[in-house]
C-alpha cells in the first residue's frame, strides 16, 4: 500500500510537469528537466537520464507506478533503505529501459555522486527532479516602487491618456528639478501639501497613505497643558511602581501565578494622560460615560491605580492571580471574575480591538434608534503593536473605516516587541500602521518623539535627518534602547550619516536620554494627541488612531527593550534598588529587602497631595474607570406574558422547521411595544435561508446612513429595506464581527443601562467551531442574549459537505459554564425555551447564554403533550412526550431529539411490528441534565450522613431494567452525558464522524440514525436480554439492508474513482 501511495505522488508529479496546462496538482510536485533525443551508439549518463524520463512519462500511470512498487519491494516497503547498482539496473529493466553494464553503472553513478554504492529512493526521485527553480520575489520588494504604476508595469503608463501631454512634462519636469536640487524629502513634502491642498479643494483623490517620520502635532500647535505636570509625574510613578512591585512579590510569594511586567511600563504615561484629563465616567453625561479596552496585559497598571483610589486594598493587590479564597484580582480583565470593576474583557488578543468597533458601532446604533443618548461616549482601545498581526485587529480596523466610527479612538502601543522578540525587526511598524489606518479611512496621530528628541527635528532643515531615521530597523532602534548607550546612538545614527553637528550641542547622557524619553512617555505631546484625537470625535467623520512610540519595560532600567521583558515576572532586589532611585519612590532599602505587610507597595494614603488630585480629576471626568454598573433589567422591562409564547400549543399538520417556527415567534415578540423595540435580530448574510425576508421591509435593517439607492426588489412587499433607525442588524459575512456586535447588544444593559435582547441566527457550524474564543469572551463579559445555532445536524444540513454539517456545537457549548445549550425538536419546545431564557436573564437578571439549536427540515408539528408538569421537565432537559401502548409483550424506550425525533417516531411504529411498544421521550437539553447530576453526585459525597439524592434523569430514566435507545444529529459523546444514570441496557446512536453531502436519507442510514437502525438497534438490545430471538433481530437488519460493512471515505487511506 505504501508503495502505490508514493507510485501515484510521483505519478501526478510527472503529469504535472509535461500536462500543465491541463492538470493542477496539490500534492507535492516532483518537477523534472525535460530529456534528450535518442541516439545510437553507447549512450552517455545525460540521454540515459532523458530516456528514463520518457519512459517514467510517455506510459501515463504505468511507469512510475512500476517503479516505485519493484523499488520497495526490492527495499522491504522501507523508505528508509537503499538500492544497490544490480537492483538498480533489474529496476530499470522492469519500467522498460534497457541498458548495457557500463550504461546502468553511468546512470547509477548520477544518482549516487557520493560513491556510496547505494541510492535512496529521495535521492533518486531529488536527482531526476533536478534542480528546484529559484523562488521569484526577493528581499528587493522592500525597496521597489509601489505606486499606482510600479516598476513591473511601468510600461503601461505611458500608453494610459495624459490630456494636455505638454503640461503634464511640465510637472514631471519640476519634480524632477525639486530631486536634483532639494532630494527626496523636500520633493516628499511637496507632492504631500499638494494632495492635502487638492483634497480641501474637493479634488477626488486618495491622500498618501504614509507621511514622514515626525510627529504629527508639531511642537509650537500643541495645546497648554492644563495640569499639574511634577504631580502627575509622581502619580505616573506611583502607579508604575506598584503595578512592578504588585506581579513581581505575588510571584515571590506565589511561584508561578505569572503576570506581565513591560506591558505596562510602557503604556502607563499614555494612560495616566487619558485618566487625568479625557476618559469620562458613568456619570459624565451624554451616555454612561467612555468604554475602556486596555491591553489585557497591563492590567496590573489598573489595579495600581485603583489601590492608589483607595478602591482596592493592599489586601486586595497582595492577592495578584490569586482567586479562588476570595478577595484576589484575576489575570486580566475579566468582569466574570471582577464584575464591579472590570467591563471588557480584551486579554485574548485581537479580540479586544474588533469588540471596541462593535462596541462603537452599537453606541451609534442605540443612539439612532432612539433608545439611549450616546452623544458623549467614546470607546477607547488600546492595542500592542504586535498584537496587530491578529487577523480580527486587520479587520476591525477596516470595519471601523468604513463604518465611520468617529466615536472610536485606537491607541497602537508601539513598544516594538511582542513575546519573543521585535515587531517588525527589519522594518518601520509605526509606518507600516500609518498606511494600514490612513488606507482604511482614519485619522492618523503618530506620537513618537518626545520633546528634547523633537527639537532635532524640528531644526532638520533638509530632511537629512529624518530621512536616517526612516532607514534604521525597528530593530536597530530596540537595541538603542537595551544597549542604553550615547555614544552608540552618535555613532550609528548621525557621525555614521555625516549629521555629527545636529548633535554637538549635546553629551551622550543627554543624547541617550533624549532617545529613552519617545512621545509615548512624554506627558505634553500624550496630551496633545488625545486631545486632537477627542476633537475628531467631537466634529470629525472617521474614526481616530494614535501610533505612540514607548519602550518596553520602561524605566526598568535593567532589562527594558530587550527580548526577554515579556518574561520578566519577578525583580531581584537591586533591580528594586533602581527601579525605586528612577522613579523616586520614597522607600528605604531596608523596606524593599525586608518589607513586612506589603511595605514596598508605596501608598501616600487619602489625605495625601497625589491621591487628593487624581480624585479630584476623575470627579470632573465623571467617575473611577474602569467600573462596571450593570442595571438591575428586572426592574426596567416589562417581560411579554405566558399568552405571548402558546402560539404553537396546538401544533400544526402543515409542515414546518424548528427554524421558521423561531422566525414567528421571533416577529411576535418585536411586535410587543417596548420589549419588542429592545429585540435586535442579527444575521451575518442568511437571512433569506433561516425564513427572516419578511423582516426586512417591516422593521428594516440598520445601515446609518441611510439608503441611497434603489434595490432591486423595490416593487415587491418583501423588499430589501435599509435605514438609520433599522432594527435588524445585517452583518454580512463575518462571524467574528457579529458575535462581536452581539456581545455589544448583550451587554448594553451595564454599558448605557438600556437592556438589549440580541437574537443572533445563523450556520451552527460557523458558531462555537469557528469563533468558539469570542463566545467565551461574550460569556466573560457577562454578555446576555441568544445564540441561534440554525441549519443544525449533520443529517440534516444534508448538502453542504465535511465541514459545515454540524454535529458537535452543542457538546462544545457545554465547555462554557455560561451557555445553556439546547436541542428542540417541536415547535412549542421552541418557544417555551425562549420564554425560560427571557425569564432567566432579564427576569432573575442572570448573566447566561441560550444556543438553541435549530433545524431546516420541515415536518408536521404536534401539539402539547398532556403528560402533567412536562414543561417543567421540558425546561429541565427531559420529558415523556408519549406514554407506551399497553397490552404488548416488551417496552422499549426511544429518546430523541431535534430533527432525529421524527426517526425516533417513526421507529415506534416499525417496532409495532414486533410487538413491542414504545415510551418516547424528548432530550432537550443533554448538557443541563448532566450538569445537574454532577451537582447533585457532589452534595451526595459531601453528605455522606443523609440519603442519596436522585437527579432528574436518574428519577425518570434510572429505575428501568429495559432497553433505552437514543438517536440525535450529534456526536454520541453529547447524549452520553447521561450514561450512567440511565437503567438497564442503553443504546446510543449519533453522528460520529465527517459530514458528506447526499440525501438525508442516505445520511441517515450511513450514520445509523434513521428509523431503520433505530428499530434494529432495539430488538438487538432486547435480543441481548433474551426477550426476543436473536433471529428477530437479524431478520429486521436484513430487512432494512443494515450491514456490518461502512466504508467511510473520509478515514479509508484509499479513494477509488
Not at 500536462?19 to 541516439?39: D, E, H, M, V
Not at 489585557?296 to 483607595?310: F, K, V
Not at 527589519?426 to 490612513?438: L, P
Not at 553629551?507 to 524619553?517: G, N, P, Q, V
Request: with cysteine; hydrophobic share 35%.
Amino acid at each position: 500500500m505504501a508503495a502505490a501511495r508514493i507510485g501515484q505522488s510521483l505519478n501526478r508529479a510527472l503529469r504535472t510537469r509535461f500536462n500543465a496546462g491541463n492538470c493542477r496538482s496539490y500534492t507535492p510536485k516532483i518537477n523534472f528537466r525535460a530529456g534528450n533525443n535518442f541516439s545510437s551508439g553507447p549512450r552517455s549518463p545525460e540521454q540515459l537520464m532523458g530516456e528514463l524520463r520518457v519512459v517514467l512519462t510517455s506510459k501515463e500511470m504505468q511507469g512510475a507506478q512500476e517503479l516505485s512498487n519493484e523499488w520497495f519491494a526490492l527495499a522491504d516497503k522501507d523508505r528508509s533503505k537503499s538500492i544497490g547498482p544490480d537492483e538498480f539496473r533489474g529496476l530499470m529493466e522492469t519500467i522498460g529501459l534497457s541498458l548495457q553494464p557500463a550504461e546502468s553503472d553511468a546512470l547509477f553513478g548520477v544518482f549516487d555522486p557520493r560513491k556510496s554504492g547505494e541510492i535512496s529512493y529521495t535521492e533518486f526521485t531529488n536527482t531526476l527532479r533536478g534542480e528546484m527553480p529559484k523562488f521569484a520575489a526577493s528581499l528587493a520588494f522592500m525597496d521597489q516602487y509601489t505606486g499606482h504604476y510600479p516598476s513591473a508595469m511601468a510600461s503601461l503608463r505611458r500608453v494610459q491618456p495624459r490630456f494636455d501631454a505638454a503640461e503634464t512634462d511640465e510637472w514631471l519636469e519640476s519634480l524632477e528639478a525639486v530631486l536634483s536640487h532639494h532630494g527626496p524629502t523636500r520633493a516628499r513634502f511637496l507632492i504631500h501639501e499638494l494632495m492635502d491642498e487638492a483634497v480641501r479643494k474637493g479634488v477626488p483623490i486618495s491622500s498618501s497613505i504614509t507621511t514622514p517620520m515626525c510627529n504629527t502635532i508639531p511642537t509650537d500647535a500643541e495645546p497648554k497643558y492644563p495640569g499639574d505636570l511634577a504631580m502627575e509625574s509622581r502619580i505616573s510613578n506611583l502607579v508604575r511602581w506598584n503595578a512592578a512591585v504588585m506581579v513581581s512579590d505575588g510571584n515571590k510569594r506565589a511561584a508561578g501565578v505569572g503576570g506581565h511586567i513591560g506591558t505596562f511600563a510602557s503604556m502607563c504615561d499614555i494612560w495616566e494622560v487619558g485618566m487625568n484629563h479625557f476618559f469620562r465616567g458613568k456619570a459624565y453625561g451624554g451616555g454612561m460615560g467612555d468604554q475602556l479596552y486596555i491591553q489585557g496585559h497591563a492590567a496590573p497598571g489598573a489595579y495600581a491605580r485603583a489601590y492608589l483610589e483607595g478602591r482596592l486594598s493592599l489586601d486586595h493587590i497582595m492577592n495578584f492571580r490569586q482567586e479562588v479564597k476570595g478577595g484576589g484580582l484575576s489575570s486580566y480583565p475579566h468582569p466574570r471574575l471582577m464584575p464591579g470593576f472590570w467591563e471588557n474583557p480584551t486579554v485574548s488578543m485581537g479580540l479586544g480591538p474588533l469588540q471596541a468597533v462593535c462596541q462603537a458601532r452599537f453606541f451609534r446604533y442605540l443612539h439612532l434608534r432612539g433608545l439611549a443618548d450616546t452623544s458623549a461616549s467614546r470607546v477607547w482601545c488600546f492595542i500592542g503593536d504586535g498584537e496587530m498581526d491578529e487577523p480580527e485587529s486587520i479587520y476591525a480596523i477596516a470595519r471601523a473605516g468604513y463604518e465611520r466610527l468617529n466615536n472610536l479612538i485606537m491607541i497602537v502601543n508601539c513598544n516594538y516587541q511582542r513575546l519573543d522578540g521585535p515587531v517588525r525587526g527589519n522594518s518601520k511598524v509605526i509606518q507600516e500602521f500609518e498606511g494600514v489606518f490612513r488606507g482604511a479611512g482614519y485619522d492618523c496621530i503618530k506620537l513618537i518623539w518626545g520633546d528634547t528628541w523633537n527639537d532635532l527635528i524640528d531644526n532638520d532643515h533638509d530632511g537629512r535627518l529624518i530621512e536616517v531615521l526612516e532607514r534604521t530597523p525597528d530593530g536597530d532602534c530596540q537595541r538603542y534602547a537595551a544597549k542604553q548607550d550615547g555614544r552608540l546612538i552618535r555613532a550609528e545614527i548621525f557621525e555614521a550619516n555625516g549629521l555629527a553637528d545636529r548633535v554637538a550641542h549635546l553629551s551622550d547622557d543627554e543624547l541617550l536620554s533624549a532617545f529613552m524619553l519617545p512621545g509615548g512617555h512624554d506627558h505634553k505631546k500624550i496630551y496633545a494627541a488625545f486631545a486632537q484625537a477627542e476633537k475628531n470625535a467631537e466634529s470629525g467623520g472617521r474614526p481616530t488612531v494614535i501610533l505612540a512610540k514607548t519602550l518596553k519595560g520602561f524605566s526598568l532600567a535593567t532589562f527594558q527593550g530587550r527580548n526577554t521583558v515579556h518574561q520578566q515576572k519577578t525583580l531581584k532586589d537591586e533591580e528594586m534598588l533602581s527601579f525605586r532611585d528612577v522613579l523616586n519612590i520614597p522607600l528605604t532599602d531596608e523596606q524593599i529587602k525586608n518589607p513586612k505587610g506589603g511595605d514596598f507597595f508605596r501608598n501616600p494614603g487619602p489625605a495625601s497631595a497625589e491621591v487628593q488630585y487624581m480624585k479630584e480629576r476623575r470627579a470632573q471626568l465623571g467617575g473611577f474607570l474602569p467600573s462596571r454598573t450593570p442595571a438591575k433589567t428586572s426592574t426596567l422591562v416589562d417581560l411579554p406574558g405566558p399568552d405571548t409564547y402558546t402560539l404553537f400549543d396546538k401544533g400544526s399538520e402543515k409542515p414546518m422547521s424548528t427554524t421558521m417556527a423561531f422566525a414567528g415567534l421571533l416577529r411576535k415578540l418585536m411586535k410587543l411595544g417596548d420589549f419588542g423595540k429592545r429585540c435586535v435580530p442579527m444575521v451575518t448574510d442568511e437571512a433569506r435561508t433561516f425564513g427572516m425576508n419578511a423582516f426586512f421591509h417591516e422593521f428594516k435593517i440598520h445601515a446609518p446612513f441611510g439608503q441611497h439607492y434603489t434595490p432591486v426588489d423595490h416593487d415587491i412587499l418583501m423588499k430589501y429595506s435599509e435605514a438609520p433607525d433599522g432594527q435588524i442588524l445585517q452583518e454580512g459575512i463575518s462571524e467574528a464581527g457579529a458575535l462581536c456586535t452581539w456581545i455589544a447588544t448583550g451587554t448594553s444593559y451595564s454599558s448605557q443601562g438600556c437592556p438589549m435582547m440580541p437574537f443572533f441566527i445563523y450556520y451552527s457550524m460557523f458558531g462555537f467551531q469557528r469563533v468558539g474564543d469570542i463566545i467565551w469572551q461574550g460569556a466573560d463579559a457577562r454578555a446576555r442574549g441568544f445564540l441561534l445555532g440554525a441549519t443544525a445536524g449533520r443529517t440534516t444540513l444534508n448538502g453542504e459537505g465535511l465541514q459545515h454539517q454540524d454535529g458537535h456545537s452543542l457538546l462544545i457549548g457545554l465547555s462554557n459554564p455560561a451557555v445553556i445549550g439546547w436541542d428542540p425538536a417541536f415547535s412549542f419546545e421552541v418557544s417555551y425555551i425562549i420564554e425560560h431564557g427571557i425569564n432567566e436573564m432579564w427576569g432573575k437578571d442572570k448573566d447566561l447564554i441560550y444556543y438553541i439549536s435549530l433545524y431546516n427540515e420541515n415536518h408536521p408539528m404536534p401539539a402539547l403533550p398532556s403528560e402533567p408538569d412536562f414543561k417543567e421537565n421540558l425546561l429541565k432537559g427531559l420529558y415523556r412526550l408519549r406514554a407506551a401502548k399497553e397490552g404488548m409483550a416488551h417496552t422499549v424506550r426511544l429518546i430523541g431529539s431535534g430533527s432525529i425525533m421524527q426517526q425516533v417516531l417513526r421507529a415506534a411504529d416499525l417496532l409495532e411490528e414486533y410487538g413491542v411498544a414504545t415510551e418516547i421521550w424528548s432530550a432537550t437539553n443533554y448538557g443541563e441534565l448532566h450538569r445537574e447530576a454532577v451537582r447533585v453526585e457532589r452534595q451526595s459525597r459531601l453528605r455522606p450522613h443523609e440519603p442519596k439524592p436522585t437527579c432528574h434523569v436518574e428519577k425518570f430514566l434510572g429505575g428501568w431494567d429495559g432497553v433505552t435507545v437514543i438517536a440525535s444529529d450529534n456526536i454520541t459523546a453529547y447524549p452520553q452525558l447521561i450514561e450512567k444514570y440511565v437503567g438497564g441496557e442503553l443504546i446510543i446512536l449519533g453522528t460520529d464522524g465527517f459530514g458528506r453531502s447526499d440525501t438525508r436519507e442516505a445520511l441517515r442510514r450511513f450514520f445509523e440514525v434513521d428509523a431503520e437502525s433505530v428499530t434494529a438497534s432495539a430488538l438487538s438490545a432486547l435480543s441481548r436480554q433474551g426477550k426476543v430471538p436473536a433471529d428477530v433481530a437479524l431478520g429486521a437488519m436484513e430487512k432494512y439492508g443494515l450491514t456490518e460493512d461502512r466504508p467511510d471515505i473520509t478515514m479509508d487511506h484509499e479513494w477509488q474513482a
